[in-house]
Nanobody, 127 residues
Framework: VQLVESGGGLVQPGGSLRLSCAFS????????MGWFRQAPGKEREGVAI???????GYADSVKGRFTISKDNAKNTLVLQMNNLKPEDTAEYYC???????????????????????WGQGTQVTVS
């Protein structure tokens, strides 16, 4: 399984960025995919998740500003980020997992420790 993020960069507060994650060797059906971020000196946190049915979930800090979506035909996961704030500055990671409890792990904040497949990350700086 390979996950490759792109789309990070430097943006001013209030601006937008669109992150993409190209995945290969992974059958999405029945599993979870999501975006995580880690700022310097902080723990990795879940940002957004999408389940096999298309259900989505978001961290409270990004609700109403970020949107997660997927295109199975193109094997791409997308995170649209609007109204960016300086506190959104972090390395952003795409991740995926096949475990039947992958969604529950995200809900309890353990997905960052448990999910199996990770991309290399892309830097987002809001300044």
């Amino acid at each position: 399984v390979q996950l490759v993020e792109s789309g990070g960069g430097l943006v001013q507060p209030g601006g937008s960025l669109r992150l993409s994650c190209a995945f290969s060797g992974y059958t999405y059906s029945g599993h979870c995919m999501g975006w995580f971020r880690q700022a310097p000196g902080k723990e990795r946190e879940g940002v957004a998740i999408i389940g096999s049915s298309g259900s989505t979930g978001y961290a409270d800090s990004v609700k109403g500003r970020f949107t997660i979506s997927k295109d199975n035909a193109k094997n791409t996961l997308v995170l649209q980020m609007n109204n960016l704030k300086p506190e959104d500055t972090a390395e952003y990671y795409c991740a995926a997992d096949r475990h039947q409890l992958c969604w529950e792990f995200w809900v309890i904040g353990r997905a960052g420790d448990v999910w199996k497949h990770w991309g290399q990350g892309t830097q987002v700086t809001v300044s």
